[in-house]
């Protein structure tokens, strides 16, 4: 029986074990015959849990511009993909098995001339349910909206959807075995989006008191996007001159932003990492999303976790590195609950089975 044998604590209970790759799985029986790849501490395989894997900022990129992205995700430990909207169809990405496990939200939907051009369906609020269905029958279990956006007649952001019009969508998607995401940057789209029973927040920079709470009644997920958040003035100063009041709420958002986040996370709201790559982003910085998130005062083992095991079990993909569990981990030249940084450079990467870095 031919065997891989990787050796060291393994995370996140960091007990040190002598761990063998047998037909892509995990095991801890002993193979006499196996050989020594790596010794270090050991990681499950990092989740990028929003990033837009064929995307670029005009809208969808051709295939061999996907697999680069795809590879550079995967290049940086992120073996694990939420994809979370794509104007693309990047279902054959499921058949590669060098390139990282890829869960589809479908495309973007969003109101009509209230978001980037060329992303998403744009539509209205009386076709929301049917297009959440469509989605939903396209995607890997996840549909995604845009909650909200410049309006420019308000010339500030407002509310993409009617609590009606989300409660029928919450309804298409749940009865479809999907969950529901949204972007969202400001304060007014949440109440109803929350109410609605929406299953996750892109962003959040809106949220107050009462909205967390009601997050964590909800079981409500939150993917803050920590590096993306760091072009808010970018955002402010692009629409300033046309759009004041725009601009000084991106700044506001954007200067509260470590309180905003830091509540939930002391609230109890479950966080996962998310590094927005596809559009202004580039792909391949997980770690240092999770470098950022633990800035904003997650534990070391939270912003880790947000990344790693807590992020797959969410998603609903092996989360420890078990007898029997899929073969998709880091070995690392350090233990990362030390020293975060450590995720920078993988000393080797395992996917499938398969060493890929």
Partial sequence: MSALLFRGPVLPDGEPRDLYVVDGRVSYEKVASAELVAEGWILPGLVDAHCHVGLDENGAVPEDVQEKQALADRDAGALLLRDCGSAADTSWIHDREDLPRLIRAGRHIARTRRYIRNYAHEIEPEDL????????????GWVKLVGDWIDREA???????????????MRA????GARVTA??????????????????IEHGTGLSE???????????????????????????????????????????????RRATIGAAY???VPIYAGTDA?????????????????????????????????????LGVDAM?????AADFLVLEGDPLQDLGVLRSPRRIVLRGAVVG
Avoid at 224 to 233: E, V
Wanted: glycine share 12%; net charge negative.
């Fill in 183 to 200: 972007h969202v940057f400001g304060e007014h789209a949440l109440p109803d989006l929350i109410g609605a029973g929406i299953d996750c």
């Fill in 155 to 169: 010339g500030d952001l407002t509310p993409s959807w009617t609590r009606e019009s989300l409660q029928q969508a």
């Fill in 210 to 256: 009462d909205l967390i709470d009601a997050m964590v009644a909800g079981g409500v997920a939150l993917v803050p996007t920590a590096k993306q958040l760091n072009n808010f003035p970018t955002y402010a100063a692009a629409g300033g001159a046309k759009f004041p009041k725009y601009a000084a709420h991106m700044t506001a958002l954007f200067e509260r």
């Fill in 129 to 140: 349910a049917a297009y959440v269905a469509r989605e939903a029958e396209r995607g890997d």
């Fill in 321 to 325: 590195l078990e007898e029997g569990a």
């Fill in 278 to 314: 596809g559009g202004v982003l580039p792909h391949g910085l997980i770690a240092e999303e999770v470098i950022e998130l633990a800035s904003y005062g997650l534990s070391p083992r939270d912003a880790l976790g947000a990344a790693s095991w807590r992020a797959r079990a969410w």
């Fill in 266 to 268: 002391e609230a109890g």
């Fill in 173 to 176: 998607a749940h009865e479809r």
